[in-house]
């Protein structure tokens, strides 16, 4: 019998793919926080997880969880208490600081693989610490990109962090991945490569509109 998600959101499901998963705990929140569980392997890794009414019954259509993984430093979210659920370890990149200490929950540490992924470390700062996940055809990108509204400008499908824009990470236009799955927003499953380059390379251009878009959004439309 699969076990009950203990979270309260209306859990929506987005970027369903092969053996893998992904949902938005609490769709009408502005940030869109996104989770995935993704195959690697023959096992289901949960990463950077938001809890859910049952969200345990969803997984249970896939692997058995062999870990949740925490990708970006802020983003421990409900990982703890769904690894505990799950019986399995929380991952956390070796070079990850603060984050293993505020973790309720076993965990390991990971390097430069986890699974059949690559691990890139893409910002790694006293103020930002993030990698992404690489196998080859899924690009997982917890945070430096986004589809989320505050993200984006109205004519970006993809947009770089608003507090990333003006230094945006160029070590990503060189992935040219079948899809690619954001911690805040629906994933991109066409022309992903594309894209991406794009919404780097109009980082800098469409900051200002971004952030005016964000004031006028704060101000009620005013």
Excluded: C
């Excluded at 859910?52 to 259509?61: I, K, Q, R, S, T």
């Excluded at 870990?67 to 799950?86: E, F, P």
């Excluded at 079948?178 to 390379?201: C, P, Q």
């Amino acid at each position: 019998m699969a076990m009950k998600g203990s979270g309260t959101g209306d859990l929506t499901v987005v970027d369903r793919f092969g053996g893998s998963v992904g949902w938005i705990a609490y769709p009408d929140e502005t940030m869109q926080r996104a989770s995935h569980a993704v195959e690697s392997d023959g096992g289901l890794w949960l990463v950077d997880p938001v809890d859910a009414e049952g969200l345990d019954d969803l997984l249970a259509e896939y692997a058995d969880p062999e870990g949740v993984v925490v990708l970006l430093d802020r983003h421990k979210r409900d990982a703890a208490a769904i690894a505990t659920r799950h019986d399995v370890p929380v991952y956390v990149p070796e070079w990850m600081d603060g984050v293993v200490e505020k973790l309720d929950a076993p965990t390991r540490r990971f390097d430069r693989e986890l699974a059949d992924f690559d691990v890139i470390r893409l910002i790694n700062n006293p103020l930002w610490q993030e990698a992404v996940l690489f196998d080859g055809e899924t690009l997982v990108v917890p945070e430096a990109l986004g589809t989320a509204d505050y993200f984006r400008t109205a004519a970006e499908p993809l947009g770089v962090h608003p507090m990333l824009r003006l230094l945006p990470p160029k070590t990503l236009r060189s992935y040219d991945p079948d899809r690619l799955l954001v911690g805040h927003g629906d994933g991109i499953a066409e022309n992903v490569g594309r894209t991406i380059r794009r919404a780097i390379d109009g980082s800098r251009r469409n900051a200002m509109a971004l952030y005016a878009k964000s004031v006028r959004e704060l101000l009620g439309g005013r």
